[in-house]
């Protein structure tokens, strides 16, 4: 017999259900419509009463019937992973808690979507309250989580002390952890793929990579990722690695290892990025290989620098690459996720007078932003688990690198926040000077392939879709695009050996993102294989494999290099 009725020990705190007094309950649990209040006040925005009236007349009638199941002993059925372990189903109590807190988390965020406002200020709202309301789980709370209860018990305390010594840890670190950091070391078991530094500047080094076959394609291949992050979200583990893979198919690959700025690099612009990072690295290379014409690949904000790069090249009336790849992009920066939260004319505004004129964005800040754009998985998981219940974290390789923080100068960050996020200058063909330059991203008359993942929450798939036809204005035809499954970095980094995920593919050009996947044939497994027939075609006959650098380019010192390992002040 349960020892819990929920009639008597319930009956002091169970609110009464008249609709007349349904503020009162919510202020009973803590709902408090303040923050949702003022930021619609902050954007003009309105709900209309009627649909408050539906919303609290539907929130009522949900109560009831989960009061109606305490009453009658039910457990409430409660469909969600933070509540999945027993303890929750175990005490009606903790169950009802679950329940209620889920119910109230659907009613606050109705409320979000109902608003009326411009696109721009409805996801800020919706932002702000999932914030909220995800910070406010039970799940989250020693006295509200019945399995950090249990386990507190059978530990004897030990959980709880060991999870105050993972918190004090992480405060000295400055993040939480996501990973067993201590199981990884960059160059021993996460960018390990053997090759050798043969160029360096104040902004990157360049490795060449030692070729898996005896012979390769004429052409080499360029690696150009993203500045925010470190270069070996490419090479984690040899089961994983794009590097590898690329190597093994037969392509000599040149990476960029961005440096980790310091305060040399704090008046550091975009166009340094673009003349001594991207187009030096393009030089370097076609020199090296003695080849007029390379292959160039971007990831991320990699892709949009290498874009720019080509651009300002093309109308300097060079035509240095037989190819153009791009993962996850933003060229067309109409559509930018909610990471669109953190990006308007006062927030802007305020990083140019701090940090425009020099300084740094640190690194942290990336890494906290991040997260907070999925905080159940990248934070509020890691709180429970590491801190209340004391468990150490996993080792996973990608969590390791995406705490491993990069930051960036001031005036290239706030340049770029500007003229491409506010602007979107970038797109429009002329309106855009690099380095004095007026560019075209029409005039990179080579073909595309574009990829964009399905699920991504920074660099929306539709809005990667729209390079095809930004890019190769004259010939479109030629540009490819592939959608693959899950986000911004599981889909790209989906090796085929593991025989995971699907991807979309339509050679069939089309005006828009919804017209493609109409007409798109989903694939299972790894999209690599279609980039690597696309790459192949563009690469060239077939040369004896080549040792690293030249008479001019000598070794500096051996992969992954020191700029890579350098931490984030």
């Known amino acids: 017999m349960n020892m819990f009725t929920p009639q008597t020990d319930f009956a002091p705190w169970m609110p009464k259900f008249d609709p007349n007094v349904w503020q009162s309950w919510l202020k009973t649990q803590q709902?408090?419509?303040?923050?949702?209040?003022?930021?619609?006040?902050?954007?003009?925005?309105?709900?209309?009463?009627s649909t408050v009236v539906q919303l609290q007349n539907d929130y009522m009638q949900q109560l009831s019937s989960l009061w109606q199941e305490m009453l009658s002993s039910k457990t409430p059925a409660i469909a969600d992973r933070r509540f999945a372990g027993p303890e929750w189903q175990s005490n009606p109590m903790f169950a009802f808690n679950a329940a209620t807190y889920l119910l109230n988390s659907r009613f606050l965020m109705a409320m979000a979507n109902a608003v009326e406002a411009t696109p721009r200020a409805k996801q800020k709202i919706r932002f702000a309250v999932q914030q909220l309301v995800d910070a406010m789980s039970p799940a989250n709370f020693l006295a509200t989580n019945p399995e950090v209860q249990q386990k507190l018990i059978e530990t004897k305390g030990e959980s709880l002390m060991k999870g105050i010594s993972h918190m004090i840890e992480d405060l000295q670190k400055g993040h939480i952890s996501q990973s067993d950091e201590s199981a990884f070391e960059v160059g021993r078991n996460v960018a390990n793929t053997e090759g050798a530094v043969v160029f360096e500047n104040a902004f990157f080094q360049l490795i060449q990579y030692k070729p898996l076959t005896k012979t390769v394609f004429e052409r080499p291949l360029l690696l150009v990722p993203p500045c925010i992050n470190k270069y070996y979200i490419l090479d984690l583990q040899p089961e994983n690695s794009l590097v590898r893979y690329a190597v093994s198919e037969g392509h000599t690959v040149f990476l960029v290892s961005w440096r980790n700025p310091d305060a040399s690099l704090a008046n550091a612009t975009w166009d340094d990025y673009i003349e001594q990072g991207a187009i030096e690295a393009i030089n370097v290379v076609r020199d090296i290989s003695k080849q007029e014409q390379i292959n160039a690949l971007g990831f991320c904000v990699g892709g949009t620098i290498l874009s720019t790069a080509l651009a300002l090249l093309f109308a300097r009336g060079e035509k240095p690459v037989s190819s153009v790849t791009l993962l996850t992009t933003l060229l067309d920066f109409s559509e930018t996720g909610v990471i669109d939260v953190f990006i308007d004319e006062a927030q802007v505004a305020l990083r140019?007078?701090?940090?425009?004129?020099?300084?740094?964005?640190?690194?942290?800040?990336?890494?906290?932003?991040?997260?907070?754009?999925r905080p159940n998985d990248l934070v509020w998981n890691y709180v429970k688990s590491n801190y209340l219940k004391g468990e150490d974290p996993p080792p996973f390789d990608l969590l390791y690198w995406n705490?491993?923080?990069t930051n960036l100068p001031g005036p290239m960050f706030c340049?770029?926040?500007?003229?491409?996020?506010?602007?979107?200058?970038?797109?429009?063909?002329?309106?855009?000077?690099?380095?004095?330059?007026?560019?075209?991203?029409?005039?990179?008359?080579?073909?595309?392939?574009?990829?964009?993942?399905?699920?991504?929450?920074?660099?929306?798939w539709t809005a990667a879709y729209e390079s095809t036809n930004l890019l190769n204005s004259k010939k479109r035809g030629n540009n490819r695009f592939v959608l693959g499954a899950s986000g911004h970095i599981a889909g790209v980094i989906n090796p085929p050996a593991k025989k995971k995920r699907s991807y979309w593919s339509n050679d069939k050009p089309a005006a828009d993102a919804g017209t493609w996947l109409q007409g798109a044939t989903e694939h299972t497994g790894s999209w690599w294989p279609e980039w690597s027939k696309f790459l192949e075609k563009n690469a060239g006959g077939q040369v004896k494999a080549p040792k690293y650098g030249s008479a001019k380019y000598k070794v500096i010192e051996p992969a992954p290099g020191r700029y890579v390992k350098v931490k984030a002040e």
């Open 352 to 373: 140019e007078k701090t940090i425009g004129n020099g300084g740094l964005m640190p690194g942290r800040d990336f890494t906290s932003a991040f997260s907070s754009l």
């Open 31 to 49: 709902i408090d419509t303040k923050p949702i209040t003022a930021t619609m006040k902050e954007f003009g925005a309105t709900i209309d009463p």
């Open 415 to 460: 340049w770029y926040l500007r003229n491409l996020y506010l602007e979107n200058s970038l797109k429009v063909p002329g309106k855009l000077a690099v380095a004095g330059t007026p560019v075209d991203l029409g005039a990179i008359d080579v073909p595309a392939f574009i990829y964009g993942s399905r699920e991504d929450h920074i660099v929306p």
């Open 403 to 405: 705490a491993d923080a």
